[in-house]
């Protein structure tokens, strides 16, 4: 899923794999749609500084997905 995730934001130019590209500074993230085994799916990246990126994915997403994502935990209520 996350392998699918990533390579759909870089199909998009959500994210890059050039430092620096995709606009991201420590601490800035992003969030982009895209469609996984037909599933819908919500996707959270965030710049963790040193060339790195974190993300998290919420396989149908509910509708206060953007809200929780950003949040470590929330489990269900991002789908």
Known sequence: MLVATINEGLQQGAISLEVGADGLSRG????????VGGFPTKVFVQCLGADELHFRVAVCPTKNAEQW???MGAGFEVG
């Open 69 to 71: 994502l950003p949040c």
């Open 28 to 35: 800035d993230y992003r969030m982009y749609e895209c469609r």
